[in-house]
């Protein structure tokens, strides 16, 4: 496939726009600044952004294809559940992809922040509409509890993604998720030591989810493992691509967790005072 299209001469670090410039251990494989159309071909070259689009392409069709059979649809009241989980797990690697096919576009740094922005939005969703059928459930006996602590997570969420789309540096990127986290994790702390409900099953792939996401951040930020060997890693296996390969293990982890809260939730009734 890569053959398919001969590419431009790629550039150096050195030799890249300015605000391409953020991993200073790539050292090789940037694309020249492009139109539109000449980005869409870079699909089909080998450069240091390839793995950065298939990591997350590839996936995207998969879970638009693929997700809606694992879903029972047919088995929940609320069907509004299944399609808030379903824009979830879709919703990080479309602005994903968008953002590394166009980054080098020619209208410079303006057309890049608005794709960043783009792409930040994509994650700040899946934290935020992921989260919703976790609060409905874990806090399903309590109705007034519930409908308040979906609004507030809804506002925080706001503020996140705010916050996601506005940070100039991955570490502030990180540290907008934070607040969002510690919500999920109080809902966590309910279901064991309070009187919170939810499968037995699902709580363990719900942590499983978050830490494997926030390990892939804090990878992203160090660099590793490029940082050791710089040069080496420009095209394939660099910090990046591996925060990829996590968010996508960490939106499967979201998925079989909700499917087993899908599945508790048909036989639970809440007890009767």
């Known amino acids: 496939m890569m053959g398919l299209y001969q590419g431009p001469r ?80 879709l919703s990080p690697t479309i602005g994903s992809v968008v953002y590394h096919v166009f980054m080098n ?45 979906l609004l ?24 907008a998720f934070v607040w969002q986290g510690l919500f999920r994790f109080s809902l966590f ?9 939810g499968s037995p099953n699902s709580l363990r792939l719900f942590v499983i989810m978050d830490s494997v996401a926030v390990l892939g951040g804090v990878v992203n930020i160090i660099q590793i493992p490029e940082r050791f060997s710089p040069g080496l890693f420009d095209n394939w296996g660099n910090s990046h691509q591996i925060m990829h390969v996590m968010v996508i293990c960490a939106i499967i982890y979201l998925h079989w967790g909700t499917l087993e809260d899908l599945a508790w939730i048909k036989s639970y009734q809440c007890p009767t005072e």
């Open 105 to 149: 576009h020619v209208g410079g740094e303006h057309v890049y922040d608005t794709l960043l922005s783009l792409d930040m939005f994509g994650v700040c969703l899946v934290n935020t509409l992921g989260a919703i059928p976790i609060i409905y459930i874990t806090l399903l006996c309590y109705p007034t509890l519930q409908q308040t602590a």
């Open 10 to 89: 790629l550039l150096d670090f050195a030799k890249t726009p300015s605000h391409l410039q953020f991993n200073k251990y790539v050292l090789t494989g940037y694309r020249p600044v492009s139109t539109a159309q000449e980005c869409l071909r870079s699909l089909f070259y080998m450069h240091n952004e390839l793995g950065n689009i298939y990591s997350h392409g590839i996936p995207f069709f998969l879970f638009l294809v693929l997700l809606p059979f694992s879903i029972p649809w047919m088995e929940v009241d609320n069907i509004w559940i299944c399609i808030v989980h379903y824009l979830a797990c």
């Open 189 to 197: 702390l309910f279901r064991v030591y309070g009187s919170g409900v």
């Open 152 to 175: 507030a997570y809804i506002l925080l969420s706001a503020y996140g993604i705010y916050c996601a789309t506005t940070a100039r540096t991955n570490v502030l990127r990180l540290r």
